[in-house]
């Protein structure tokens, strides 16, 4: 193209809109995992099975028994800024689903070839679309699929050879990708995951419904020795809760790599909760190491705001100062007998 060229405004062509969008969204499987799981939690499923090959590169099929899509809205699922979860701006100031964008299935769709299969709540057939990288004109075809959505992508990042190059070894790329189920898996007990690599199950979570399953879900996921080596803890104050397993100084790592924190139900990593949590522990673990945790902080939504930036994990809230007392007084409490000769610790 000559400079003259260059110089005149064009349209990006759809597809080429929607792979600099999947840029931003798409950086591995692990990220897509995020987003098919995003959706069928949001899509109300109570069970969720997940298949990967060569870590998610080769294939990632997530299949849920949720709402489902109607077969007119399946080619839209897979356009950009096209969603069913808001509609207006109050909408947007309520949200209270995983995603809201509208822009994950485009996104990915760009980078693989996809296909989406659904059979919506009360419909008597199920459909089909499948993309293949190219611009966006699936043909929709019946199938057959209990009611919920199997989403198929395939041969991740094919026709983006630079980003393919970005991947690790499958032993890297695979690890991502079992930690964003094992998040997701911690922040819904009620919902069932069954996650296979390479035709192996790794594991098998069902519905955990009582304390002791959710116990027995924990240890799966975090090891039996963490469970063990942890203080179960339920704590509310002034509209705050905090409750969760606190690991034991007797667990400590040398990696802050088991260390769980949600805000209702969203998994966030915050410099404000990393503070409290190293002040509660300060006195109670050697330097470098650090503690293990899997905590749930509930408090009124209109407080915080969790929509800060889509794959970033972190939060506002209105009252940073006050949340922070709380989390730092109610762990310092909890480890208060592994600190000798100060029992009366965290009065409050
Ligand atoms: P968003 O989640 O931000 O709305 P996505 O691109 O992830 O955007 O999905 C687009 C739309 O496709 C969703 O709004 C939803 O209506 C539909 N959808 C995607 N996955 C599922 C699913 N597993 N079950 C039901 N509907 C789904
Ligand atoms: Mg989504």
Redesign the pocket.
Known sequence: KTNADMSRIQLLSPRLANQIAAGEVVERPASVIK??L???L??G?KRIDIDVEQAGVKLLR?R?D????EQD?LP???SRH????IRDLDDLERVA???????????VSSVSRLT?T?CPEGGDQAWQVETEGRDMAPNIRPAAHPQ??T?EVRDLFFNTPARRKFLRTEKTEFAHLEEVVKRLALSRFDVGFNLRHNGRPVFSLPPARTEQEARRRVATVCGPAFVEQSRFIDHERSGLRLWGWVGLPTFSRSQADLQYFFVNGRMIRDKLVVHAVRQAYRDVLFNGRHPTFVLFMELDPAVVDVNVHPTKHEVRFRDGRMVHDFLFSTLYRALADQRPGDQAAGED
């Open positions: 987003e098919l995003e959706n069928s949001d899509a499923a997530v849920d949720g709402s489902g899509i809205d839209l699922a897979l096209a969603t069913s979860k689903t995983l995603g809201f964008r509208g822009e994950a299935l485009a996104s989406l659904s919920g959505t989403v």
